[in-house]
């Protein structure tokens, strides 16, 4: 059964909390991050991205980097502009984009259900990625940016969430440069709290929606910190976490570019395609895929909608995704991206810039081909974990994404 805490929560000031909260770290290159901190000092990518202190010739991954988040981490503190709750508390956290709206539980979540896969993972992480967010975390003595769990939705949870929106007056509310509003609620009331946790206590399994690196770092910096403490309990037994409901949430679709036509001619890499999938329709208009079994690819100036033939379809809850078949029947054998997780001739492009983007990228940036997804689902995620398998990389993208700054959980 999942276990959750509530936390004194070191958050911002209300009248700076929209200047404060930065999209996650891992959005940004480092001149993009940088640019944001000039025009904006007291953004949390200044903290969250610290190599933005010093000029191109610091590496991002040097010591001082890691020194300097602390450092302006608690600076920031102690100048006012984050102040830490004198309670244990518990937080609603909604997101507003373009209509749809989704409200999140924030707390922390156990380390020893992500070792024991109570809490469920659907990708692999990297080594690299991993050690800069330990080093970050431990430096920091803190965690700064929240791990996005889901949770097979719990009809009591959502009725006291809806209760808390419609009695309590947020903490914060504002609305980001790119649209979406957060607004933010304080969950004090320890008879509340109590409710919340008992009722996480009957749930099975959380599922990390989108933050394995994360939440993979902050679980090897708790082992790290039990094994210098002697196996000594701390606030490192958990990590900080929004829980959302499954029917909150809404997968976008994450799209392909290849740079090339791996040697093809167009007319022969179609004539391979036709091999694969049909062409069911041809049009010099962006086309969408409608439902599961297809996508639909951009070559030469046209879009085609292709439908994956029944030989090339599968019950398996990984090779059965359209990302599966389109990377084990087209990327791989026919275009050469044996390994899309390092080869350089492909692009992975989140469905939030739009289908144009995928055109564009092609007419002017390159001479490949693009592919456009339909959107892998809740239950296709939750399968695939439950299985104790692994996507695909890059297969699932969500919007909107949560903002970093908000909640800091102090270890």
């Excluded at 070191?10 to 991050?33: G, H, K, Q, S, T």
């Excluded at 244990?88 to 373009?98: G, R, V």
């Excluded at 889901?150 to 903490?171: F, Q, S, V, W």
Aim: aromatic residues 10%.
């Amino acid at each position: 059964m999942a276990r959750i805490k509530a936390f004194k929560g070191i958050r911002p000031r209300a009248d700076v909390a929209r200047d404060v909260a930065a999209l996650p770290y891992d959005v940004y290159n480092r001149e993009e991050a940088t640019k944001i901190v000039e025009d904006n000092p007291i953004s949390f990518l200044s903290i969250d991205r610290a190599e933005t202190g010093f000029g191109p010739d610091v590496d991002t991954y040097d010591d001082v980097v890691y020194q300097r988040a602390h450092d302006r981490l608690w600076e920031m503190f102690d100048k006012g502009v984050f102040f830490r709750d004198d309670k244990d508390c518990l937080y609603l956290y909604e997101l507003e984009m373009k209509g749809h709206i989704q409200t999140g539980i924030v707390a922390c979540a156990s380390v020893d259900d992500y070792l024991n896969d109570v809490i469920k993972k659907h990708e692999n992480t990297r080594a690299d990625k991993e050690a800069d967010r330990i080093r970050h975390v431990t430096a920091c003595g803190a965690q700064t940016g929240p791990i996005f769990l889901a949770y097979k939705e719990d009809h009591g949870l959502t009725g006291i969430i809806e209760d808390i929106k419609m009695k309590n007056d947020p903490a914060y509310d504002f609305r980001s440069d790119d649209g979406v509003r957060h607004t933010v609620y304080v969950i004090d009331d320890g008879d509340t709290i109590d409710r919340i946790i008992s009722l996480f206590g009957r749930i099975d399994n959380l599922y990390i929606a989108d933050g394995h690196h994360r939440a993979a770092s902050a679980v090897k910096a708790a082992l790290k910190k039990r094994e210098e403490s002697g196996n000594k309990p701390g606030e490192y037994d958990y990590f900080l976490s929004v829980l959302f409901a499954d029917t909150q949430l809404s997968i976008m679709d994450y799209n392909r570019i290849v740079k090339d036509l791996g040697g093809h001619t167009e007319q022969s890499f179609l004539d391979e395609v036709k091999k694969i999938a049909d062409i069911t329709e041809e049009a010099d208009h962006i086309l969408r895929p409608t439902e599961r079994g297809q996508c639909v690819m951009y070559l030469g100036g046209c879009w085609y909608r292709l439908v994956f033939k029944k030989e090339y379809l599968a019950d398996d809850p990984v090779k059965g995704m359209d990302v599966s078949i389109l990377q084990d029947n087209i990327l791989g054998p026919i275009l050469g991206i044996d390994d899309p997780k390092t080869n350089e001739r492909i692009e992975f492009v989140g469905g939030i810039r739009g289908l144009d983007f995928l055109r564009d990228r092609c007419d002017y940036f390159s001479k490949g081909v693009a592919f456009a997804m339909y959107p892998v689902s809740m239950k296709e995620l939750f399968d695939v974990a439950d299985a104790g398998m692994l996507m695909p990389p890059k297969s699932t993208w969500f919007e909107p994404k949560l903002r970093s700054g908000l909640f800091i959980h102090e270890i």
